[in-house]
């Protein structure tokens, strides 16, 4: 197989990462023997997502899936990030290896998925979780797990407030239902956003959709909402960054896409839970009250069991290839 045509095969493992909202904010530049990954800011969240943190991150899922993909191509590769501080680009070098070590986790890149339906909260064994969380790779990067029913409603009270600071911004709001996809023929020609049913809302096409979700579904609700899906987990996982700048949000994506990747394995369904990581005034608090000091908490996950969803639709990667 001709070298272009396997880092085009590469690149298509590379974009099956998730992104926030499913926004898929990422471009390629390939140059011989180099793939360039840049970010998107067209695709970014300025609401949701103000200081771009949530971008990098899916930057890092990018990178984790490209590696391993380049890996069971039989090339090893050679990571640099380069760029300023605030517009950094990873350029990946790969290098012919008829012996690279390959992982089995290539084998979850298309399986891997995120479930937003509730999940039974049937206890996880210990040594599953050993393996799920705290990958020797994870270099900061730190995991915090709440498993005990204490521990996960110890938690509720900030997912609760920043749901509702959330759910009553209007942009926030207006921001989030823009990449709703309200019927499968929208989500198939836009190739990318939230999926309607994969929120638990019917197929309505989206004049209706706009309706049900800016006036039928209120703070209140929503954070009723999240309270069971939360209460119904078998644990959370707060993923911090030990300094929080773009360099560790990529990191940090790195580990997260560890992780989904070895939860696909073992079929564990995972989900986000983000809003006290996003909201600031609750994210002061979180790290306030766990002590976590110079630790930015970035990433809030609930794990369980559940059965599949939908998957959400990639857009074409020969769009996403700069010339």
């Known amino acids: 197989m001709k070298q272009e045509e396997t880092m085009l095969r590469i690149v298509k493992y590379a974009v099956k990462a998730p992104s926030c909202y499913n926004t898929q904010p990422w471009r390629f530049k390939i140059r011989n023997d180099t793939i360039c990954l840049l970010p998107d800011f067209t695709r970014a969240l300025p609401v949701v ?38 517009k950094p680009q990873i350029m990946v070098t790969l290098y012919d290896e008829p012996e690279a070590v390959k992982s089995e986790l290539f084998d979850y890149i298309l399986k891997r ?33 709440f498993l005990s029913r204490n521990e996960i409603k110890w938690l509720v009270p900030y997912i609760l407030e920043s749901t509702r600071r959330q759910f009553s911004n209007k942009a926030f709001v207006d921001e989030l239902v823009s990449w709703v996809r309200f019927s499968e023929k929208e989500a198939m020609l836009k190739g990318d956003g939230i999926l309607a049913a994969s929120m638990g809302l019917p197929n309505t096409g989206r004049f209706i959709g706009n309706i049900i ?9 929503e954070a009723g909402r999240m309270e069971q899906l939360t209460e119904a987990s078998s644990g959370l996982a707060l993923f911090m960054a030990e300094e929080n700048d773009p360099y560790h949000w990529i990191r940090l994506g790195q580990a997260f896409q ?3 990747l070895k939860a696909a394995k073992y079929e564990i369904s995972h989900s986000h839970l983000d809003m006290p990581c996003d909201v ?11 002590e976590l000091k110079d630790l930015t908490p970035l990433l809030l996950i609930r794990f369980g069991h559940s059965r599949p969803m939908p998957y959400s639709f990639r857009r074409s990667f020969y769009k996403l290839l700069d010339p």
């Open 213 to 221: 979700i800016k006036h039928f579904i209120s703070a209140d609700r």
């Open 258 to 260: 560890r992780f989904g």
């Open 113 to 145: 998925q995120a479930r937003r339906n509730k999940y039974s909260n049937d206890e996880i064994p210990d040594n599953l979780l050993s393996e799920l969380f705290n990958d020797p790779h994870d270099e900061g990067v730190r995991t915090r797990l």
């Open 280 to 290: 600031l005034r609750v994210r002061a608090k979180l790290i306030h009250d766990l």
């Open 49 to 86: 997502d103000r200081d771009d943190h949530a971008l990098y991150i899916s930057l890092g899922c990018v990178l984790e899936n490209l590696v391993l993909a380049a890996n069971e191509f039989n090339y090893e590769t050679k990571i640099e990030i380069t760029g300023n501080e605030k």
